[in-house]
């Protein structure tokens, strides 16, 4: 069983900047995809950022030019890096793992961007 532990949520003001860690039990190598997600109240999942098992990364085209999503192997964690922060980008981050059919995913952590 894969376990997932997001931090680095909180308050921060439209325009500024976050980061967002995921530590993860398992090999973050030998994943299929590493990514973020993000669910606003009343909105479903989101996919916000991912990198797949060849380095490859996807992002939605809200947070394009502003939002990075990186990894260290060696830590096994993950990180999105969110700069120019918009209202519109609050939400329950949730760090998720796919491991051939299997996904796992983590408690999420709270973004409030509000002033």
């Known amino acids: 069983q894969v376990q997932l532990v997001e931090s680095g949520g909180g308050l921060v003001q439209p325009g500024g900047s976050r980061r967002l860690s995921c530590a993860n039990s398992g090999s973050i190598v030998s994943a299929n995809a590493v990514g973020w997600y993000r669910q606003a109240p009343g909105n479903e999942r989101e996919l916000v950022a991912a990198?797949?098992?060849?380095?490859?990364?996807v992002y939605a085209d809200s947070v394009k030019g502003r939002f990075t999503i990186s990894r260290n192997s060696a830590k096994n964690t993950v990180y999105l890096q969110m700069n120019s922060l918009k209202p519109e980008d609050t939400g329950i981050y949730y760090c998720?793992?796919?491991?051939?059919?299997?996904?796992?995913w983590g408690q999420g952590t709270q973004v409030t961007v509000s002033s």
């Open positions: 990198i797949t098992d060849v380095g490859g990364t």
């Open positions: 998720n793992s796919r491991y051939n059919n299997n996904a796992y």
